[in-house]
């Protein structure tokens, strides 16, 4: 380690965008939060004016349940097959299946919705057969407000898992192939040593898994709106906290509440961004 | 700002790595019927929609409700869509690509030009603030970006720059995830020694860092801006919420734009009505770019995997 000027030559320009792009939002979005239109101090009133706004408990709920499918089927999918792929004699196979689960990767974002609207709509879909079969013979009765948890946590799997598949695999890798050997010995099944050793072994990347998928999670944003767009309005335009933030700055013109509403998502984001810090280990140098 | 924080950023020393600390001896040969099962379910899950989504583009609208969904068209209905699509307000989705390709590209070389310098001396060099930085780094990763989009928009706003490219180049270049993501490369991957010896030998910070540290970072270089262009290509809200015009949308925000033309998703769809299966090659078109970085990058990714794995 040296001192000095070079270092600071180096992260100049970084520290700049940091600046621009991560501090002045965040204090700009504080201080229009504290603020009201007058640009004079306001307390919590933006605050308690978003969350008495009839549609914030709603746009809570959904993320809320949301979050829960999208979180346990994450975890749950992606891990068994991380484990079933890892288990496979034929190697080539096996990296065929991870890249081609790797692929929908590609279609992130609105061509993911894209893609969904019309798997979801019985006239069109490959799966078509599916839908009508559970008695759905219309795109509007599919995306039905109640199934959005469900239908966002599909696009988010299609979208997501692959990647989060390659990365378990590697962590899989990772563990010392002595540690397995060691386990059959004794006799352990492959459900023992999956849940003994393996699983153990790759908390620490379930649980980064985890945080990044809840905090994106949080900012749902394409997919509800552009579902929104392709219902005529079946599905609501303030269906997560982020359509309501963006609905209340550029709809009802009122920017402090939208900043109140973006101020609780960054502290919500900032308190697992933090928990995960300091509670897994997971930035202890190496 | 734009790390979409569902898709999971790999890190350097995973993906394929240390294969030889495994072998092959003492499995089973006989594969599990229910992970077969398991196994082909998701397969069919995550390729029937691309497959449908390229056939359709070659269908009429008639045939993608009357036909097999995963029949093709034929040749002259994927002309057909071609032209329809192309003459769609006179070649605007040509424009759109052009924006999203403009606007990826002139970030990736910010983020490369300032990231990488960044990691490097976060890592290999002491300076007051480095760990100020450092934190600061790790928070506004793992924050969530979007939640910034609107009050980017009034910052952006205060400062009369809203409808600028540069409103939306900007923002994407900030990439703290790839700062983190080569200093942890740097400091794991790179001896100190090395650098010592390259400053006995006269070389100054600059030169040692462009002279031997960049070349020994290919690899985290091509992963940054795999990850960096992935983002910024697929990014919705901001430009969304930052550009005001049509002309300057970049595809993704095209897509909703022709979304809203379809009538059979929007009844009151004007006479700029957009078929299905022209909405269906223009999601296509719109995702190329990423699935030939994709491709293209498999095997490099995946060597600079095994690069970083050396260090288990």
Request: proline share 6%; net charge neutral.
């Amino acid at each position: 380690m040296w001192p000095g000027r070079a270092g600071h030559g180096f992260v100049a320009a970084y520290t700049l965008l940091l600046i621009a792009f991560g501090v002045v939002p965040t204090v700009y979005a504080v201080y229009f939060a504290f603020t009201n239109a007058g640009d004079t101090f306001a307390g919590l009133s933006n605050f308690t004016a978003a969350a008495s706004d009839f549609r914030f408990v709603p746009a809570i709920t959904h993320i809320g349940l949301y979050l829960v499918f999208w979180l346990v089927s994450l975890v749950v999918f992606v891990v068994g097959l991380s484990l079933v792929l890892h288990r496979l004699a034929a190697r080539p196979l096996s990296k065929v299946l991870r890249f081609v689960y790797y692929i929908p990767g590609a279609l992130a974002g609105a061509a993911s919705v894209m893609v969904w609207l019309f798997m979801l709509d019985p006239a069109v879909s490959p799966a078509g057969f599916l839908l009508r079969g559970l008695g759905y013979d219309t795109f509007a009765q599919v995306i039905a407000p109640g199934h959005l948890p469900i239908l966002l946590t599909i696009i988010a799997f299609w979208t997501g898992a692959g990647g989060w598949i390659v990365v378990m695999y590697g962590a899989l890798n990772n563990i010392p192939h002595d540690m397995i050997e060691a386990a059959r010995i004794d006799g352990a099944n492959a459900w023992q040593i999956a849940r003994r050793i393996q699983i153990p072994l790759l908390r620490k990347w379930i649980v980064y898994m985890a945080i990044l998928a809840f905090a994106g999670g949080t900012q749902l944003f394409v997919e509800p709106e552009l579902l929104s767009q392709a219902s005529n309005g079946v599905a609501g335009r303030d269906y997560s906290l982020n359509q309501l933030s963006y609905d209340f700055a550029f709809q009802n013109n009122n920017v402090n509440t939208a900043a109140a509403i973006s101020v609780e998502l960054l502290v919500i984001g900032l308190v697992v961004a933090s928990v995960f810090v300091t509670r897994s280990g997971f930035f202890d140098a190496d | 700002m734009p790390t979409d924080l569902r898709r999971p950023p790999v890190p350097i020393y995973l993906r394929e790595g240390a294969r030889t600390t495994r072998g092959t001896r003492g499995r089973r040969r006989i594969p599990n019927p229910l992970a077969a099962i398991l196994l082909l379910f998701f397969l069919l899950f995550f390729v029937v929609p691309v497959l449908w989504l390229v056939l359709a583009a070659t269908k009429t609208d008639d045939q993608l409700i009357s036909g097999n969904p995963l029949s093709f068209g034929s040749w002259h209905g994927l002309r057909a869509n071609w032209d329809a699509l192309t003459a769609y307000q006179g070649d605007t989705v040509f424009l759109w690509l052009r924006n999203s390709a403009l606007y990826a590209f002139l970030a990736l070389v910010i983020t490369l030009a300032v990231a990488v310098p960044t990691g490097y001396a976060l890592a290999m060099t002491e300076f007051r603030g480095r760990r100020t930085l450092l934190v600061a780094t790790l928070i506004v990763m793992l924050m969530p970006s979007a939640t910034l989009v609107v009050p980017l928009f009034l910052e952006i706003n205060a400062v009369h720059l809203i409808g600028s490219m540069w409103s939306i180049i900007l923002p994407y270049s900030f990439y703290p995830f790839g700062v983190f993501l080569t200093y942890i490369y740097f400091s794991t991957a790179l001896p100190r020694d090395l650098l010592d010896a390259a400053r006995l030998d006269g070389c100054s910070e600059f030169g040692v860092f462009r002279r031997v540290a960049l070349p020994l970072a290919i690899p985290v270089v091509a992963l940054v801006g795999f990850f960096s262009f992935v983002a910024n290509w697929t990014n919705y809200f901001l430009p969304y919420v930052l550009l005001p015009q049509s002309d300057q949308f970049p595809v993704q925000v095209g897509l909703g734009t022709l979304l809203d033309n379809v009538p059979q998703f929007n009844p009151t769809a004007g006479t700029a009505a957009v078929e299905r299966p022209e909405l269906a090659l223009a999601t296509l078109l719109a995702i190329t770019p990423v699935l030939l970085v994709f491709l293209f990058s498999q095997r490099f990714l995946v060597a600079g995997m095994l690069a970083g794995a050396t260090k288990e």
